[in-house]
């Protein structure tokens, strides 16, 4: 694990995923639903990065995951805190928002190495700036705007990339597409 570079530019993450699972939401609450059938598949010590312009639904889905997970407490933006626990779910969640950082060593300094080792779920906004202190595995999920058409409505799509880094998520591939199979999309 390295800390010693700057935000500025992410690293390009791994070129060959073992699969990836395209969805598409049509609206926050819709998001918060998405969000929340992943309850049931992630576990203690995963990571997962969240991806996506401001406003693409990065804190929205982080509420759905928490509330189906248990927790009661309103999952609100860790924006000016960076990081917020939630205890009280079935498993604990460090909810991290790196937007605001600056070095990748304020990342440790707000102790993700220690909530990665935690036996919780992580979930990271704007985490592709924190790969290089992330572990080895981590799901990422790319958030889109979907391109706006004559319908009014389209403002509310977003779509979704899920991709898995590392093999921790190798053995979830059915599961999670057979999970998530009412949201998933071609394009
Ligand atoms: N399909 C959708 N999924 C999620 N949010 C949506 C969707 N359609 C509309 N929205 C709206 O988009 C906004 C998403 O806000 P949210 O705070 O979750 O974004 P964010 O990615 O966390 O932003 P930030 O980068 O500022 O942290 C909310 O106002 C929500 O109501
Ligand atoms: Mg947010």
Redesign the pocket.
């Known amino acids: 694990m390295g800390s010693g570079g700057t935000l500025t530019e992410p690293p390009a993450l791994s070129p060959t995923p073992a699969w990836t699972v395209l969805a598409r939401?049509?609206?926050?609450h819709?998001?918060r639903a998405f969000a929340a059938a992943f309850a049931d598949l992630v576990r203690p010590g995963d990571v997962v990065l969240?991806s996506?312009?401001?406003?693409?639904?990065?804190?929205?889905?982080t509420?759905g995951l928490g509330s189906a997970l248990g927790v009661s407490e309103r999952i609100t933006?860790p924006?000016f805190t960076i990081a917020q626990t939630y205890e009280g779910g079935r498993v604990r969640i460090h909810h991290l928002?790196v937007?605001r950082l600056e070095h990748l060593h304020e990342a440790l300094d707000v102790g993700l190495a220690e909530m990665i080792d935690d036996g919780a779920v992580v979930v990271i906004?704007?985490g592709d700036a924190v790969v290089p202190v992330l572990p080895a595995d981590f799901l990422e999920i790319r958030?889109g705007f979907a391109p706006l058409d004559d319908d009014p409505a389209s403002?509310?799509?977003?779509t979704w990339q899920l991709r898995p880094v590392g093999t921790r998520w190798k053995a979830r591939a059915d599961g999670l597409r057979a999970t998530l199979a009412q949201w998933e999309c071609e394009t």
């Not at 996506?52 to 889905?61: I, L, N, Q, S, V």
């Not at 403002?155 to 977003?158: I, S, T």
């Open positions: 939401t049509t609206s926050a819709d998001t969240l996506g312009e401001m406003g693409a639904g990065k804190t929205a889905f509420q933006s924006t928002d937007y906004e704007w958030i403002g509310d799509v977003r």
